[in-house]
């Protein structure tokens, strides 16, 4: 009985375990950050702008927290402005400084592993006529300063590049890119999201003009981000409205976000003497893996001084990313693929693509971004289960290559077909005949509409999606869960015929479950 009850609770702990690799992706809010916000929600609820005693409260508040950020990357507090999101900040520095030197500069040089937040807005620049110019990277992420220097030009108006990237980690040399920028007059932005906790940050030091930063990436609150900008460069708000931020940014502030952002700050010096102790677990991890999988492919710098020091991306060739990921979550491991921004989606990830990747390796990609509470044992929990799923010890999905999907298993009654295509593949091509679409990010509001008693095929366009989703549905007691290998892409290609005539027949949108 006693021998039962001990390898019960040793089940337990070895299966009911969180573990949160995805620090990269946003961070939790911080005891000591949740205080302050408390305090703030509660007390100082005034309008900073207001006059009477609790308005000028929540602006000596407001100050405070100027400062602690201001502090956490060494410059003046007159230098930083509170905005909604680091996406904001980006979007604001790029269409202001482009409608400041438009059209009698016309170019932006950046690099091909922005975040989002970067790249679309410079896509929209584009349509308005604005010349973007992307210099390469190397294999491991780091801008190729040489052909920098060739781009940038007397009709370069700013550079823009990331001081440390989400995916990988690499870190790039600030300073250096400055300087080639100033040889032709150009301003700088430079992305400190991900840097900020991380690295040291000392922006006046790197004489950049513009730098984003969002609070919960270092155990702050989400949706409060910062902007420097370095005083005399030229900025036009993106919001008109009241004075707010020295009359940068109208709207009334987001005072416990902000406090929050501040005390965020304040752990900074904490954070960055931790970041030794995270960068040996990184290297504990490094070498388990190896061990692991001796071709696995570590895409991060391996130089410390060149890579964050909680980030690793990792190729394990053979082993498609969304199966390991659908793994690991259903053994309480959260890890990313690409970016956060891009899950639901199954492109391969533009960074992993700038440093040489192929589509395929990409997809065999996975993302470890450590946090200050990971311990050892995360990480040997973490690698036994990497372990036990390559070497083929856990398997709970299987796989139907495309050209089985026959017409006896389209059509088998005692099989229900589940499309978790996001909309778009949907409005582009038909789906299997006889399926029931879902929100694929939503899969949790269908539980009750999908049957125990059946196989369920699920599909994607790709086959990566589907995977996390399988998981996901075992994870929730289903047991027969099948998974279409290469999704419908690969279908399509293999049984055109079958496409052609039954694609989109049948089809069926569930609605979600109502909730009781
Ligand atoms: N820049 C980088 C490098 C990021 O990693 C992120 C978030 O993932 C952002 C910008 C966007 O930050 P926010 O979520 O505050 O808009």
């Excluded at 409005?427 to 009750?448: A, C, D, I, T």
Aim: glycine share 6%; hydrophobic share 35%.
């Amino acid at each position: 009985m006693e021998i039962k009850y001990f390898a019960f609770l040793k089940y337990l702990i070895r299966f009911n375990r969180q573990v949160y690799l995805d620090h990269n992706a946003t961070t939790p809010v911080s005891s000591h950050v949740r205080s302050k916000m408390d305090r703030a929600l509660k007390d100082h609820y005034g309008n900073p702008s207001s006059f009477y005693g609790i308005g000028r409260k929540s602006a000596e508040l407001l100050d405070e927290a100027h400062q602690h950020v201001a502090n956490a990357i060494h410059v003046d507090l007159s230098e930083i402005h509170f905005t909604a999101c680091a996406t904001e900040s980006n979007n604001a520095v790029l269409k202001s400084v482009a409608a400041h030197f438009y059209p009698k500069k016309k170019k932006i040089v950046s690099t091909p592993i922005e975040h989002p937040s970067v790249m679309n807005t410079l896509a929209y620049l584009e349509t308005q006529g604005v010349i973007v110019e992307y210099c390469s990277v190397d294999d491991k992420g780091r801008v190729r300063l040489a052909e920098l220097e060739k781009l940038i030009d007397d009709d370069t108006f700013l550079v823009c590049c990331m001081s440390a990237n989400n995916e990988t980690g690499v870190i790039q040399d600030l300073k250096a890119v400055t300087k080639i920028a100033r040889k032709h007059g150009a301003l700088v932005l430079t992305d400190c999201v991900q840097a900020l906790g991380k690295i040291p940050i000392d922006l006046h030091a790197w004489d950049v003009d513009y730098a984003s930063f969002s609070a919960h990436k270092l155990y702050g609150p989400k949706g409060i981000g910062a902007l420097y900008i370095k005083q005399g460069s030229p900025f036009t708000p993106l919001l008109h409205g009241g004075h707010q931020e020295s009359g940068l940014r109208a709207g009334t502030e987001s005072m416990h976000n902000i406090i929050g952002f501040g005390a965020a700050c304040q752990d900074v010096d904490k954070l960055l003497a931790h970041s030794k102790q995270v960068a040996a677990l990184k290297q504990q991890l490094i070498q388990q893996l190896k061990e692991i999988k001796p071709d696995c492919v570590i895409n991060s710098p391996e130089t410390e001084s060149e890579c964050l020091p909680n980030t690793l991306s990792v190729t394990f060739p053979g082993v498609e990313n969304a199966g390991l990921m659908g793994m690991l979550d259903f053994r309480g491991i959260a890890v990313s693929a690409g970016s956060a921004c891009s899950t639901g989606e199954d492109t391969p990830s533009h960074v992993l693509k700038a440093v040489g990747l192929s589509d395929q390796a990409a997809r065999e990609t996975i993302r470890f971004s450590l946090g200050r509470d990971t311990s050892a044992s995360d990480i040997h929990y973490v690698t036994r289960v990497i372990r036990d799923y390559i070497e083929g010890r856990i398997s709970f999905v299987n796989m139907l290559a495309p050209a089985q999907l026959n017409e006896n298993i389209l059509f088998d009654e005692k099989t229900f077909i589940l499309d978790v295509r996001p909309g778009d593949d949907r409005k582009k091509f038909k789906g299997l005949p006889n399926s029931h679409q879902v929100n694929p990010l939503r899969v949790e509001n269908y539980l009750k509409q999908l049957p125990r008693d059946k196989n369920i095929l699920v599909y994607c366009p790709g086959g990566g999606l589907s995977m996390m989703i399988s998981y996901y549905l075992k994870s929730k007691g289903f047991k027969k869960i099948t998974n279409l290998r290469g999704g419908l892409d690969s279908w399509r290609k293999r049984r055109s015929d079958l496409y052609e005539k039954y694609a989109g027949q049948n089809v069926t949108i569930l609605e979600p479950d109502k909730v009781n």
